[in-house]
C-alpha cells in the first residue's frame, strides 16, 4: 500500500531544476568574488532535477557511497574536487570517485572559500557560534571584522572564558575532539582569531593583528616555534572538526528556500 504522499514536496513536482539552485548559491555565497584553488559550484554535472541532497565536508568516496544508498541527487560539499596544481590523470582513487559519481548521475556542488568566508553560513561564522566566540564588527559595521591579505580571519572574544586553558576546554567539549595545545595554560585571553580548516600559514596575519591566541583547524613544525616565540596561544582544533558546520548551515537554508531534502553525513575524520 503506498504512502501517504506530502503534497507540494519536491518528489511530487519531479524535482528543482539544478541550475535555479546553482544560481541561488553562486549569489548568496558571491562566488564571483573569490580567486580560488578549485572551481566553485557544479564541479560534476548529473541529473538536471534535484530533490535529494546529501551534504559533507569532503566528496570522499564514502560520502559518494552515502548519498547513493539515500538516493540523492547532488552532493553538496565544502571539499570537492579539481584542485589546483593536483595530478589530472583520471587514475586510482580519482577514478573511483568520478566512476561513482558519473554512474549514479550524481551532481557534485563544492564551494570552498565562498563557504568559509560567508557572514551567517560560513565555516568561520559557523565555528564561532559553536564555540561561542564573539565577533568584532567591522569599523563600517557592515559585517564581522577580518584580518590577513585575504579577509580570511575573524577576530573577537571568547565571553566568558578567562585563560589559553578554558578556550581549550571549551574547544574539546563543544568539537567532541581533543585539541592540540601550544602556550602557557593560564594565559588570560585578549583578542582570539580564528580560521577554519588547514590556516596555520595565516598564523602571522593573525598575530600582526593582534591575536593572543589564534585557533585554527591544522598545525605544522613551525607553528609551535612561532607561537612559544611570540607568546601567542595556538589551540589546533581539528580541520574536519572545524569545518562541520559551514556546510550544514548552507544545507538548512537550502532546504528552507527551496523543496528539497537535505541530509548531512559526517564522515569522521581525525585530521
Ligand atoms: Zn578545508
Known amino acids: 500500500m503506498p504512502s501517504p504522499r506530502k503534497p507540494e514536496s519536491a518528489i511530487d513536482v519531479g524535482g528543482v531544476p539544478r541550475e535555479r539552485i546553482l544560481g541561488w ?15 566553485n559550484g557544479l564541479q560534476v554535472e548529473g541529473r538536471a532535477e534535484i530533490r535529494r541532497i546529501v551534504t559533507g565536508v569532503t566528496a570522499c568516496e564514502a560520502l559518494l557511497r552515502a548519498a547513493i544508498e539515500r538516493d540523492a541527487d ?22 573511483r570517485r568520478i566512476g561513482l559519481a558519473l554512474a549514479h548521475d550524481l551532481n557534485l556542488l563544492a564551494y570552498h572559500l565562498p563557504l568559509d568566508a560567508h557572514p551567517v553560513w560560513g565555516n568561520n561564522a559557523q565555528l564561532a557560534r559553536v564555540l561561542g566566540l564573539l565577533p568584532d564588527a567591522a569599523p ?12 580570511l ?3 573577537g572574544t571568547a565571553p566568558g572564558l578567562p585563560t589559553l586553558a578554558a578556550l581549550a576546554a571549551r574547544v574539546r567539549e563543544r568539537l567532541g575532539r581533543e585539541p592540540l595545545l601550544v602556550g602557557e595554560p593560564d594565559m588570560p585571553l ?3 582569531v580564528w580560521c577554519t580548516g588547514a590556516a596555520q600559514g595565516m598564523m602571522q596575519d593573525a598575530i600582526d593583528g593582534g591575536a593572543t591566541v589564534y585557533i585554527t583547524g591544522e598545525a605544522s613544525e613551525p607553528t609551535t616555534h612561532l607561537a612559544r ?3 601567542t596561544g ?21 532546504a528552507e528556500h527551496f523543496p528539497l531534502e537535505v541530509t548531512f553525513v559526517d564522515i569522521d575524520n581525525p585530521v
Request: glycine fraction near 16%; hydrophobic fraction near 40%; charge should be neutral.
Open 25 to 39: 548559491l553562486a549569489d548568496q555565497l558571491k562566488v564571483a568574488r573569490f580567486r580560488d584553488y578549485a572551481p
Open 74 to 95: 547532488a552532493v553538496l560539499v565544502h571539499h570537492g574536487w579539481f584542485w589546483r596544481n593536483e595530478d589530472p590523470r583520471i587514475i586510482g582513487t580519482r577514478r
Open 140 to 151: 563600517d559595521e557592515g559585517g564581522p571584522l577580518t584580518l590577513g591579505s585575504e579577509g
Open 153 to 155: 580571519l575573524w577576530a
Open 190 to 192: 585578549g583578542r582570539v
Open 229 to 231: 616565540e611570540t607568546g
Open 234 to 254: 595556538f589551540i589546533g582544533a581539528g580541520h574536519h572538526a572545524t569545518e562541520r558546520y559551514g556546510v550544514q548551515a548552507l544545507g538548512q537554508a537550502l
